[in-house]
Nanobody
């Protein structure tokens, strides 16, 4: 069974950068779509970025140009490079692996943008 584990969250000042990682337990990128979601306090979980198994990406308008997702197949790891962070980016960030209606979520990693 696929498992994913996020890491890399923390406290960063406005304008700063962070890189999140999502380590998968199996070599799944050829078969699974991967996505980053986030959930801010009192708000619904929202899609940040998604990449299909074929490599097609989809970004939320609020992060386009600031966030970049990438995959390292050798390490079975998905990354989210976040630049020009602002307080509105504060949230718990979740990774998921998705295929044919089956979704596997990680436990999330907290990102806090504050001076």
């Amino acid at each position: 069974q696929v498992q994913v584990v996020e890491s890399g969250g923390g406290l960063v000042q406005p304008g700063g950068s962070l890189r999140l990682s999502c380590a998968a337990s199996l070599s799944i990128f050829r078969f699974y779509g991967m996505a980053w979601y986030r959930q801010a306090p009192g708000k619904q979980r929202e899609l940040v970025e998604h990449i299909t198994s074929g490599g097609t990406t989809n970004y939320a308008p609020s992060v386009k140009g600031r966030f970049t997702m990438s995959r390292d197949s050798a390490k079975n790891t998905l990354y989210l490079q976040m630049n020009s962070l602002n307080p509105e980016d504060t949230a718990v960030y979740y990774c998921n692996a998705n295929r044919s209606g089956s979704i596997c979520w990680g436990q999330g990693t907290q990102v806090t943008v504050s001076s």
